[in-house]
């Protein structure tokens, strides 16, 4: 489907990174790869390492493949379109990974009916067990959302949702791994209070949270039903829970997702 594919990047920095990094290892040639990227030390690193095709103009870029992915921070996303416009023929889907910004946005930013879809990616694309959800704008064709889906798919899962749940999404899945990342952290923390060493603490706390992860993507039970077989009446887990819950567990990783579901919207009406 990418076969003879370019696809290139507005904005090079980390999501673009992972994404390249995901490609390359799912097959994609690093030659139909290429970034626009204003940091000269950026753009250097990105050749360097992952021998992809690297410019500091995003109207050759944009010109020149034909897909691209809009890889900046929300912030500067007008500043950028408007400086492509002239560039994007109207045969070519546009990828944007931004948070918060809508297709309807993008489209007014652009002239004619340009073809967009969003997509909310995350950081584990870097090792291909991304999480992707994708919707269509209004102009984009049921080939452009089959041809995100391969891309986004070379690096992990990917869901197809309507827009109005994308910010949900940022504010799980795309937001997630900070979540995750701490909770392994503070596991490990604990750990080390109890004695153990902070390299094996650390080892232990994210195998299991990458062991969790699976069992319950294999088995396909409810989380409770998993969690019910952890924990032996009148054990450790009962009690470790009951010590969770009464701190708020819950409703702290609820309003954390709301939260960054809240600025997501937010990012959007700006
Ligand atoms: N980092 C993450 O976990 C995720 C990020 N996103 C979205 O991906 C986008 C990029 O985020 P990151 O990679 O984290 O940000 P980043 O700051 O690492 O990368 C943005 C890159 O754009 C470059 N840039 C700035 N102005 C530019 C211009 N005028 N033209 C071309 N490039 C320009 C910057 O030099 C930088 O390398 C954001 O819109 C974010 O909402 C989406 C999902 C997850
Ligand atoms: O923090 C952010 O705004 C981006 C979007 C999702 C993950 N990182």
Redesign the pocket.
Known sequence: MLKDKKIGFIGGGNMAEALIKGLLAGGMPAKELAVAEPAAGRREFLRERYGVNVSNDNNAVAADCDVIILSVKPQVCSEVLDGIKGSISPDKPIISIL?GITTTAIEAMLSGTPRIVRV?P?TPALVMEGASAISKGAHATGDDISLTRHIFELVGKAWVVEEKLLDAV?GLS??GP?YVLTFIEALSDAGVKNGLSRDIATGLAAQTVFGTARLLLETREHPAVLRDKVTSPGGTTIAGMHALEKDGFRSAVINGVDAATA??ME?GKK
């Open positions: 948070a909310m995350n940022t795309g937001s900070a600025r997501s990012l």
